[in-house]
């Protein structure tokens, strides 16, 4: 069956499909048939729309014989990460919104509850699931009801710190839960660590299955004996498991442990999950499955198993949208040509080394590059460790992810002054993947760390030279940040007052316009329809955002009002801490400031969401215009602090 006829209408079987009862009335056959059409469906919708499709195509038969043996929604089944629930979804009953997935309007790309009953936590930051399934156990326990938690640890979530807090807990509980290990040895690449290796000689070692088949093989042929000795000899796999590749690690731990098991054989995983839900105490299950399993493409796709990409051609997986110059190629070309120079610059990314560019450094200097997994955690106070031992470590990862080790930052490098940089990936808006990606927190809440300084650059120029700089800090950590997707034209200053690079200037000193970073473009737009109203706009780039240039503070002085705009929230943001430098120095200009309200946004394009939150040219022109002619009107009274009057 070729994609196009599995997907035409749906697929004979996957078209019958509303929800879970319907998939529990199958055959085994038909179930064969029902994978096949979601592999079709799958694959047919996300090269349209782009989407995590290597991780789906390895659950399908998993995530089938969850919900064969599981009565979602009563039973509660927790995905982590949650970029693997689409197969999940398609069982729901949400076929149709996968038309728009990661679309406004359509499915979101993760777990929603505003989607259906049947999705309970919106989890698309890994390590979470499982804290959360011993929270639900514990409340299900205390108030007696009989029903079933179910959590899926895959795509390298067991990296991650907060799973092994999970685990000891949850060993000490004792309550009913099942955690499915989802072991497709990778979470964005090859999963990296001890924990990795350890499921890794599990999945790969044949040598006490090898034992086994010796001695079945022997005693089949003896008459009698044979058979009835086999089931005593089975008896003690275990303890050849152990002997062969040691498993014990789980059960150590007080948890039960079932495994490996054959995660794309539906009757093997159903029977595994029915042991694992009878037991009456915690089980590991250990599925062993295949990364972008039954498409080619995906599973010949060495970097990544087609992890997540845009919209991709289904004979061949390629990308349909022209190659361009991304951000984060910028960074990691320069981040080579400054370790040429710089032997003791090293990399870590957190699980994450080809989409933050980590790769690259990687390839060429392998000894240089630590990933540490899905730890953020462990990798800023690793880098901590690395500084106090004479390096300068660079953290790459995306700017939502950096939210979970700002402890770390805080007391474990920055109050030690240590000189790392942190290069901050998918910065802002970043659109279809919704409010638990965007990176619009690192400004404010970072902002607040002594001694630590943040750079947003507007173009691959001032990318590869405010790279240098952070690098060439040797008494504090710094902090560069940057969007995601294809990097803007390079935009030269004018001239340069200090850190701060003056982009636009006019006779009359009106309006000082400060954007940030990539929103240095906006900027030019704005002066320009604002100057045809009669008003001069000086837009300047701040290059350093944190601490708050002092020449900033200078050149808002000269103007009559002054304006911020910044990718970020504006609670504690850009333009607060401007506004509180400025009645630091009892500079009495009002200051507006303009930038993303703290709150959960829905996925959408990029664009279409700066538009909503009036983002664009048009809109902050119209804002700025109203807002200078209105103190031609109405003259700020001078006694008063107009530096803290903030729209």
Same mark, same amino acid.
């Given at each position: 069956?070729s994609v196009e006829?599995?997907?035409?209408?749906?697929?004979?079987?996957? #078209?019958?499909?509303?929800?879970?009862?319907?998939?529990?009335?199958m055959?085994?056959?038909?179930?064969?048939?029902l994978?096949?059409?979601?592999?079709?469906f799958?694959?047919?919708?996300?090269?349209?729309?782009?989407?995590?499709?290597?991780p789906n195509?390895?659950?399908?038969?998993?995530?089938?014989?969850?919900h064969?043996?599981?009565?979602?929604?009563?039973?509660?089944l927790?995905?982590?990460?949650?970029?693997?629930?689409?197969?999940?979804?398609?069982?729901?009953?949400?076929?149709e919104?996968?038309?728009?997935?990661?679309?406004?309007?359509g499915?979101?790309?993760y777990?929603?509850?505003?989607?259906?009953?049947?999705?309970?936590?919106?989890?698309s930051?890994?390590?979470?699931?499982?804290?959360?399934?011993?929270g639900?156990?514990?409340?299900y326990?205390?108030?007696?009801?009989?029903?079933?938690?179910?959590?899926?640890?895959?795509?390298?979530?067991l990296?991650?710190?907060?799973c /092994?807090?999970?685990?000891?807990?949850?060993?000490?509980?004792?309550?009913?839960?099942?955690?499915?290990?989802?072991?497709?040895?990778r979470?964005?690449?090859?999963?990296?660590?001890?924990?990795?290796?350890?499921?890794?000689?599990?999945?790969?070692?044949?040598?006490?299955?090898?034992?086994?088949?010796?001695?079945?093989?022997?005693?089949?042929?003896?008459?009698?004996?044979g058979?009835?000795?086999?089931?005593?000899?089975?008896?003690?796999?275990k303890?050849?498991?152990d002997?062969?590749a040691?498993q014990?690690?789980?059960?150590?731990?007080?948890?039960?442990?079932?495994?490996?098991?054959?995660?794309h054989?539906?009757?093997?995983?159903?029977?595994?999950?029915?042991a694992?839900?009878?037991?009456?105490?915690?089980?590991?299950?250990?599925?062993?499955?295949?990364?972008?399993?039954?498409?080619?493409?995906?599973?010949?796709?060495?970097?990544d198993?087609?992890?997540?990409?845009?919209?991709?051609?289904?004979?061949?997986?390629?990308?349909?949208?022209?190659?361009?110059v991304? /951000?984060t190629?910028?960074?990691?070309?320069?981040?080579?040509t400054?370790?040429?120079?710089?032997?003791?610059?090293?990399?870590?990314?957190?699980?994450m080394?080809?989409?933050?560019g980590?790769?690259?450094l990687?390839?060429?200097?392998?000894?240089?590059?630590?990933d540490?997994?899905?730890?953020?955690?462990?990798a800023?106070?690793?880098?901590?460790?690395?500084a106090?031992?004479?390096?300068?470590?660079?953290?790459?990862?995306?700017?939502?992810?950096?939210?979970?080790?700002?402890?770390q930052?805080?007391?474990?490098?920055?109050?030690?002054?240590?000189?790392?940089?942190?290069?901050?990936?998918?910065?802002?808006?970043?659109?279809?993947?919704?409010?638990?990606?965007?990176?619009?927190?690192?400004?404010?809440?970072?902002?607040?760390?002594?001694?630590?300084?943040?750079?947003?650059?507007?173009?691959?120029?001032?990318?590869?030279?405010?790279?240098?700089?952070?690098?060439?800090?040797?008494? #504090?950590?710094?902090?560069? =940040?940057?969007?995601?997707g294809?990097?803007?034209?390079d935009?030269?200053?004018?001239?340069?007052?200090?850190?701060?690079?003056?982009?636009?200037?006019?006779?009359?000193?009106?309006?000082?316009?400060?954007?940030?970073g990539?929103?240095?473009?906006?900027?030019?737009?704005?002066?320009?329809?604002?100057?045809?109203q009669g008003?001069?706009?000086?837009? +300047?780039?701040?290059r350093?955002?944190r601490?708050?240039?002092?020449?900033?503070?200078?050149?808002a002085?000269?103007?009559r009002l002054v304006?911020?705009?910044?990718?970020?929230?504006?609670?504690?943001?850009?333009g607060?801490?401007?506004?509180?430098?400025? =009645?630091?120095?009892d500079?009495?200009?009002?200051?507006?400031?303009?930038? +993303?309200?703290?709150? /959960?946004?829905?996925?959408?394009s990029?664009?279409q969401?700066?538009?909503?939150?009036?983002?664009t040219?048009?809109?902050?022109?119209?804002? +700025?215009?109203?807002?200078?002619?209105?103190?031609d009107?109405?003259?700020?009274?001078?006694?008063?602090?107009?530096?803290?009057?903030?729209?």
């Amino acid at each position: 069956m070729s994609v196009e006829e599995g997907t035409a209408n749906h697929g004979r079987l996957l #078209g019958a499909v509303r929800g879970p009862q319907d998939v529990k009335r199958m055959t085994a056959e038909q179930l064969d048939i029902l994978a096949a059409e979601i592999r079709d469906f799958l694959i047919a919708k996300v090269s349209r729309t782009g989407g995590h499709i290597g991780p789906n195509l390895g659950v399908v038969e998993l995530t089938l014989a969850m919900h064969r043996v599981f009565d979602s929604p009563r039973d509660r089944l927790l995905f982590d990460t949650g970029h693997q629930s689409y197969v999940h979804k398609i069982l729901t009953g949400r076929q149709e919104g996968f038309d728009k997935l990661r679309q406004r309007g359509g499915l979101s790309g993760y777990p929603s509850q505003a989607e259906s009953e049947h999705d309970l936590i919106e989890n698309s930051h890994a390590s979470t699931a499982l804290s959360y399934a011993d929270g639900l156990a514990k409340a299900y326990a205390l108030r007696c009801e009989k029903r079933s938690v179910v959590a899926v640890v895959g795509d390298g979530a067991l990296t991650g710190g907060m799973c /092994w807090e999970a685990l000891n807990n949850i060993a000490t509980a004792g309550n009913p839960l099942v955690i499915v290990v989802n072991d497709n040895g990778r979470s964005y690449s090859p999963t990296i660590g001890g924990l990795a290796d350890h499921l890794s000689s599990l999945r790969l070692n044949p040598g006490y299955e090898k034992v086994l088949d010796t001695v079945k093989d022997a005693l089949g042929n003896t008459p009698f004996v044979g058979k009835p000795m086999f089931e005593v000899l089975h008896a003690v796999k275990k303890g050849i498991k152990d002997a062969v590749a040691p498993q014990a690690m789980f059960e150590d731990l007080g948890i039960k442990y079932v495994g490996p098991v054959d995660g794309h054989d539906v009757p093997a995983v159903e029977a595994a999950l029915r042991a694992a839900k009878n037991f009456g105490g915690p089980v590991i299950v250990h599925a062993v499955t295949r990364k972008g399993y039954g498409y080619r493409p995906a599973e010949d796709d060495e970097a990544d198993c087609l992890h997540g990409p845009g919209a991709f051609d289904v004979e061949t997986g390629q990308l349909v949208a022209a190659p361009s110059v991304k /951000w984060t190629h910028v960074f990691a070309n320069e981040l080579v040509t400054i370790a040429d120079e710089r032997p003791d610059m090293v990399g870590i990314t957190a699980a994450m080394a080809e989409p933050t560019g980590i790769a690259t450094l990687a390839r060429k200097y392998p000894e240089r590059v630590y990933d540490v997994g899905i730890a953020e955690q462990h990798a800023a106070t690793s880098a901590a460790g690395l500084a106090m031992g004479g390096l300068h470590p660079v953290v790459a990862v995306y700017a939502t992810f950096l939210n979970r080790a700002f402890d770390q930052v805080l007391l474990d490098v920055a109050m030690h002054k240590l000189p790392v940089t942190f290069v901050l990936d998918r910065a802002g808006i970043t659109g279809p993947d919704g409010p638990s990606h965007y990176g619009i927190w690192d400004m404010s809440v970072f902002g607040v760390v002594p001694g630590l300084r943040i750079a947003a650059p507007r173009d691959s120029a001032t990318l590869r030279e405010e790279l240098r700089e952070a690098i060439a800090v040797d008494d #504090g950590p710094t902090i560069l =940040r940057f969007p995601t997707g294809t990097v803007a034209a390079d935009l030269p200053a004018v001239r340069r007052v200090g850190p701060v690079d003056v982009l636009a200037e006019s006779a009359r000193t009106d309006v000082l316009l400060v954007a940030v970073g990539s929103f240095a473009g906006l900027g030019m737009e704005v002066a320009a329809r604002v100057a045809e109203q009669g008003y001069g706009v000086t837009v +300047v780039d701040p290059r350093w955002v944190r601490p708050v240039p002092a020449e900033l503070v200078e050149l808002a002085a000269g103007h009559r009002l002054v304006v911020t705009v910044e990718d970020g929230v504006r609670v504690g943001g850009v333009g607060s801490a401007l506004a509180q430098a400025m =009645r630091d120095a009892d500079v009495r200009v009002p200051v507006r400031d303009l930038g +993303v309200p703290a709150d /959960w946004h829905p996925h959408g394009s990029r664009a279409q969401i700066l538009s909503d939150l009036g983002l664009t040219a048009q809109d902050v022109a119209r804002d +700025v215009t109203g807002w200078i002619s209105g103190l031609d009107a109405a003259p700020v009274d001078p006694a008063t602090d107009g530096a803290a009057a903030q729209n």
